[in-house]
């Protein structure tokens, strides 16, 4: 039987042609892909020069370079399905990962040597949605009694900025967001999405009524709660191994304007973690407050971090240095109270009431006031000044774990007052907040701890180019801490490198999640840069 595949030869004579009639940019030599895939009509929207492949290569955390062989900028999402049908009904199939903002941190959105596709490109000619919906790609509708609140449709591809820009402009917005809004939906949607107002609302992912997705067959399928259910629920917090989210129908509810932000600051972390726990018990209606985290402050941490920086005066600034100076630890708890013209005359006294009792460091509560999209978009600041600085594309050897309450105090003993504190190297943002596990789906693909309430802990790290191999040792140490006292940790955004780690990772969700991999990605081509099904044992 004769090869499916041309011969060296006969590959480089198709790019040539195809170069002469110019419907290739620039060939890459190494290309390994089938040439007929440049036969395709949609050869002139795949790139293999130099820039794309090497944009392609790289991500947030610039740590991981793992090169593609071709990089795909879809007009549609047709484009999409032909290119996954193609390598489907290959004899021999190659990978394929979905970018949006490349905001992994360890080459989660690559695929060494197939094709990336770089989802933000279908910003620039969007067709249709599946099933007739509007051509725009972010729709809001008004009120569905199918689902008792208004939503809106967002192409996977859309920037959460831009998805609350369109629906402010109704007087709506999501209830549930990550603290950076320049991430994809597609992008947070296969992970989780979590911030401060996950304990009230659950994750992004559990505020999705319905999904566009196409398949590591090539099928464009629409799913929800009672349609195509097995892939709706494992595509949520799936990774991206089951398929690409075109299309997310997300839960609105009315905008607030304004926003009541305060912090305040403990050298206890007992009552710390209690003063969190308490106000996340309060989470209906508007007793309680919308937003609620921690974070840490220490000797090489300023007060002002990158997350918002410009939260404190220049004179609490000094106040509180010289407060870290005595204690070497401090403990911030952050909460935000929406309010709007209806309720601004109660705002305060509301606070005042969930106040009341809580420990702090008399003396050192601070607020500000201000709109509602400055608050939700507050990282966007520090991010240009770190740009401005070019201190943005660096090393981030990010740690984000999951870890139930009941080991927080065997946490902090020994992670905050023994590992960082010894290694005294730790000098971007730590997080540390609780949720509620009951307002997460089980049936999502989403793995947690076994409790009632967890903690999450980011250590958001970021090093010049050649520093940054010491913070993801420390990274490792927590790690090796958390397994021999018996913590049972699960990572968010988890990077593992055996099938074992994995299996451990998904737990008693490993079986079903195999089983979903095998239905809707059989042949194993999505999201590679994940590793899951590619660890060696």
């Not at 307002?439 to 250590?459: C, H, I, M, Q």
């Not at 140490?477 to 049972?488: H, M, P, S, T, V």
Request: glycine share 8%; net charge negative.
């Amino acid at each position: 039987m004769a090869n499916t595949f041309p011969s060296s030869s006969c590959f480089i004579l198709v790019h040539v042609m195809l170069l002469i009639i110019g419907k290739v940019n620039t060939w890459n030599y190494n290309n390994s892909l089938p040439s007929e895939l440049f036969l395709l009509d949609i050869v002139n929207r795949v790139h293999v020069d130099f820039n794309s492949i090497k944009q392609a290569s790289l991500d947030y955390g610039n740590i991981v370079q793992l090169t593609p062989s071709a990089v795909l900028y879809p007009s549609s999402q047709n484009d999409i399905v032909s290119l996954i049908k193609f390598s489907y009904n290959s004899p021999l199939p190659f990978k394929i990962a979905a970018k949006g903002h490349g905001h992994s941190v360890r080459g989660q959105a690559m695929a060494l040597n197939g094709v990336v596709i770089e989802m933000t490109s279908l910003n620039n000619n969007r067709d249709n949605y599946h099933g007739n919906h509007d051509a725009n790609q972010i729709v809001v509708h008004n009120y569905s009694s199918l689902y008792g609140s208004s939503f809106v449709d967002a192409g996977g591809e859309q920037l959460w900025i831009d998805v609350l820009q369109e629906t402010l402009r109704y007087g709506l917005a999501p209830v549930s967001w990550t603290d950076y809004l320049y991430l994809t939906v597609g992008g947070t949607l296969s992970n989780a999405g979590i911030s401060g107002q996950t304990f009230r609302h659950g994750p992004q992912i559990s505020n999705v009524y319905e999904m566009d997705v196409i398949t590591g067959k090539g099928e464009l399928v629409t799913c929800s709660e009672k349609f195509n259910s097995e892939l709706f629920y494992a595509i949520l917090g799936g990774l991206g191994q089951f398929g690409i989210i075109t299309r997310a129908r997300i839960r609105l509810e009315p905008a607030p304007t304004r926003v009541k932000w305060v912090r305040m600051l403990y050298n206890d972390f007992p009552a710390f973690t209690r003063d969190q726990e308490h106000l996340i018990s309060i989470n209906e209606g508007r007793q309680g407050v919308d937003y609620v985290e921690g974070s840490l402050i220490l000797p090489r941490s300023p007060a002002n971090n990158w997350r918002s920086s410009s939260f404190f005066s220049a004179t609490n600034v000094a106040k509180i240095t010289n407060l870290v100076a005595e204690n070497e630890i401090l403990y911030t708890l952050e909460v935000a109270k929406y309010y709007d013209d209806h309720t601004s005359n109660i705002v305060d006294e509301e606070l005042e009431l969930l106040f009341k009792g809580l420990n702090f460091i008399p003396g050192f509560i601070f607020t500000n006031d201000v709109s509602y999209v400055d608050f939700l978009n507050r990282v966007q600041k520090g991010e240009l000044d770190l740009r401005a600085k070019g201190l943005w594309d660096v090393p981030h050897p990010w740690l984000n774990i999951f870890l139930p309450k009941s080991h927080i105090m065997d946490f902090n003993s020994g992670v905050f007052l023994d590992i960082v504190l010894k290694n005294n190297i730790t000098s971007g943002l730590v997080l540390v907040y609780p949720m509620n596990r009951d307002k997460w789906d089980e049936r999502t693909s989403a793995v947690l701890p076994d409790e009632d309430v967890f903690y999450t802990v980011g250590f958001l790290h970021a090093s010049g180019f050649d520093g940054w191999k010491p913070l993801d040792e420390q990274n490792e140490e927590i790690l090796r801490f958390c397994d021999e006292a018996g913590i049972e940790v699960k990572q968010y955004f988890p990077h593992y490198t055996t099938k074992e780690a994995w299996e451990s990772h998904f737990g008693s969700k490993w079986k079903t999640f195999k089983e979903m991999k095998k239905k809707f990605d059989p042949k194993n081509i999505l999201s590679p840069g994940q590793g899951i099904f590619t660890a060696p044992s």
